[in-house]
């Protein structure tokens, strides 16, 4: 179907909701199902669903999708960079000429 439309698929890493904007969206929906719902019968979360999908327009979708790329992506980036920093800090190379050594309460 994508290719039929001429649309490319990205694919996201299993485990990072975070940085689908769907995910947002759905949070959106399941905040205003239970707000809405007086009767508590399926067919009226059904109705509530609909509701709730309908009233999300381009703009909104484009303000998910701004915040994931503009934000998340940014703190998942500076996340990454910290954690290769701390992890080249403690590579102990076999070759070098320190003399320095470690023992587990330096740790």
Same mark, same amino acid.
């Given at each position: 179907? !994508?290719?039929? $439309?001429?649309?490319?698929?990205? *694919?996201?890493? =299993? ?6 904007? %769907?995910?947002?969206?759905? !949070?959106?929906?399941?905040? @205003?199902?239970?707000? $809405? +719902?007086?009767? @508590?019968?399926? =067919? *009226?979360?059904n109705d509530l669903c609909i509701q709730s999908i309908s009233r999300?327009?381009? $703009?909104?979708?484009?303000k998910c999708f701004k915040h994931v790329t503009n934000e998340v $992506?940014? %703190? ?5 960079? !910290?954690?290769? +920093?701390?992890?080249?800090s403690v590579i102990i190379n076999p070759h070098s000429n320190s003399?320095?050594? @470690?023992? !587990?309460?330096?740790?």
């Amino acid at each position: 179907m !994508a290719k039929v $439309e001429n649309k490319t698929v990205l *694919r996201l890493l =299993p485990y990072h909701c975070e940085l689908n904007p %769907i995910d947002l969206i759905w !949070a959106q929906v399941k905040n @205003f199902v239970p707000k $809405e +719902n007086q009767t @508590f019968k399926m =067919p *009226r979360v059904n109705d509530l669903c609909i509701q709730s999908i309908s009233r999300i327009g381009v $703009e909104e979708w484009k303000k998910c999708f701004k915040h994931v790329t503009n934000e998340v $992506e940014k %703190i998942i980036w500076d996340l990454d960079n !910290a954690v290769d +920093n701390i992890v080249d800090s403690v590579i102990i190379n076999p070759h070098s000429n320190s003399s320095t050594s @470690f023992s !587990a309460s330096d740790f």
